[in-house]
Antibody
Framework: EVQLVESGGGLVKPGGSLRLSCAAS????????MNWVRQAPGKGLEWVSS????????YYADSVRGRFTISRDNAKNSLYLQMNSLRAEDTAVYYC???????????????????WGQGTLVTVSS | EIVLTQSPGTLSLSPGERATLSCRAS???????LAWYQQKPGQAPRLLIY???NRATGIPDRFSGSGSGTGFTLTISRLEPEDFAVYYC?????????FGQGTKLEIK
């Protein structure tokens, strides 16, 4: 059974930092791309970042580029999101999510999200 | 950036009725890379449809997806009580991998 368990959320002051982790199990982690998606209270889904299986390709939403860093440790079956310079508008539930990928002559295509974790709440407030 | 606009914002229907949800893209979605997700209150989203028209594992055949280019549709043929939720489309053909704002399907 595929399981994605996020941790590391909490209350942080504006300008502060937080590191989210996602522990994966039930599948071969090293062969899947991974994503972070967030959802502000009462709002819709917002894609944050994606990373391919070998960390070759990394993508960020404009709203977090330069402040957030996605990474993974395939030996530990873990995904991370380092969040710096946090703002009130970063307050959200952060979901870790899995995607398949296919390799093409142009690079790697990250496919749809097929499994989601239950999320961890990040609150940025003074 | 591809902007996805879902309509209607809220859809009020009764169990047994047919639901048609629309997702329009500001520019053509690369290949067939569009998905639909269902989210119920307090839960994580769940994949329903991937690659425009393929049902995910375990999804009932009353759910179907269609479309191409800039126009996509999720159809639920006969609504069951458990289908009332919020539905999101997402394109993953280009970065940023944008979501629509969601359609809330509520019981009439």
């Amino acid at each position: 059974e595929v399981q994605l368990v996020e941790s590391g959320g909490g209350l942080v002051k504006p300008g502060g930092s937080l590191r989210l982790s996602c522990a994966a199990s039930g599948f071969t982690f090293s062969t899947y791309s991974m994503n972070w998606v967030r959802q502000a209270p009462g709002k819709g889904l917002e894609w944050v970042s994606s990373i391919t299986s070998s960390s070759t390709y990394i993508y960020y939403a404009d709203s977090v580029r330069g402040r957030f860093t996605i990474s993974r440790d395939n030996a530990k079956n873990s995904l991370y999101l380092q969040m710096n310079s946090l703002r009130a508008e970063d307050t959200a539930v952060y979901y870790c999510a899995r995607s398949g990928e296919i390799k093409t002559i142009f690079g790697v295509v990250i496919l749809s999200i097929d499994y989601w974790g239950q999320g961890t709440l990040v609150t940025v407030s003074s | 950036e591809i902007v996805l606009t879902q309509s209607p914002g809220t859809l009020s229907l009764s169990p047994g009725e047919r639901a048609t949800l629309s997702c329009r893209a500001s520019q053509s979605v690369s290949s067939i890379y569009l998905a639909w997700y269902q989210q119920k209150p307090g839960q994580a989203p769940r994949l329903l449809i991937y690659d425009t028209s393929n049902r995910a594992t375990g999804i009932p055949d009353r759910f179907s997806g269609s479309g191409s280019g800039t126009g996509f549709t999720l159809t639920i043929s006969r609504l069951e009580p458990e289908d009332f939720a919020v539905y999101y489309c997402q394109q993953y053909g280009s970065s940023p991998r944008t979501f629509g704002q969601g359609t809330k399907l509520e019981i009439k």
